[in-house]
T-cell receptor, first 115, second 118 residues
Framework: AQTVTQSQPEMSVQEAETVTLSCTYDTSESDYYLFWYKQPPSRQMILVIRQEAYKQQNATENRFSVNFQKAAKSFSLKISDSQLGDAAMYFCASYSGGGADGLTFGKGTHLIIQP | KAGVTQTPRYLIKTRGQQVTLSCSPISGHRSVSWYQQTPGQGLQFLFEYFSETQRNKGNFPGRFSGRQFSNSRSEMNVSTLELGDSALYLC?????????????????FGAGTRLSVL
């Protein structure tokens, strides 16, 4: 079974600054994906960024980037130039595709953007 | 391209009733997965359907069931509702299914159905 742990229930950052959300995971699979999803108050779960486990290069999507440390089983999300629209719950998730668990999610981090 | 559509957005039911939720996937996607989100348990996988067949099932009682139609639309049914079934039910679609190439299994979510059981 896979597990995903997000140790920061809530984070706060000033608008335009940079914030890093932490995530650790555990899996026995050799091939898997890691994701960050954003869930704003509208409840729509939005895919922010994904990382394939066999790729060493960290994924980047505009202001969002990850720090993927495979040996440490760590997958943090960095948001640069934070904007008010970034305020949301952020969920880290893993997926190996072969098991019966679907996506395995962490408990989430509530990100607050201070104007 | 339209996203994942879930209907209805809100539902209020009483204990003992049954409920059916609907999910229309992104055009071309053949896999639909369902998740339950509660404040206490977080997001939990319910089941996955691909080509009208259930591929995987999470650890939920038999009161939770689903099906998928030939157009890939899916329905989820909960019978004999309990107070603890109150939750946000999220549907996600992907092109491929579990067991296949992971790159085809990126899941995109709908806005969910908020179920309240009184």
């Amino acid at each position: 079974a896979q597990t995903v742990t997000q140790s920061q229930p809530e984070m706060s950052v000033q608008e335009a600054e940079t914030v890093t959300l932490s995530c650790t995971y555990d899996t026995s699979e050799s091939d898997y994906y890691l994701f960050w999803y954003k869930q704003p108050p509208s409840r729509q779960m939005i895919l922010v960024i994904r990382q394939e486990a066999y790729k060493q290069q960290n994924a980047t999507e505009n202001r969002f980037s990850v720090n993927f440390q495979k040996a440490a089983k760590s997958f943090s999300l960095k948001i640069s130039d934070s904007q008010l629209g970034d305020a949301a719950m952020y969920f880290c998730a893993s997926y190996s595709g072969g098991g019966a668990d679907g996506l395995t999610f962490g408990k989430g981090t509530h990100l607050i953007i201070q104007p | 391209k339209a996203g994942v559509t879930q209907t209805p957005r809100y539902l209020i039911k009483t204990r003992g009733q049954q409920v059916t939720l609907s999910c229309s996937p992104i055009s071309g996607h053949r896999s639909v997965s369902w998740y339950q989100q509660t404040p206490g348990q977080g997001l939990q996988f319910l089941f996955e359907y691909f080509s009208e067949t259930q591929r995987n099932k999470g650890n939920f009682p038999g009161r939770f069931s689903g099906r998928q139609f030939s157009n890939s639309r899916s329905e989820m049914n909960v019978s004999t509702l309990e107070l603890g079934d109150s939750a946000l039910y999220l549907c996600a679609s992907s092109f491929g299914a579990s067991g296949g190439a992971l790159a085809k299994n990126i899941q995109y979510f709908g806005a969910g159905t908020r179920l309240s059981v009184l």
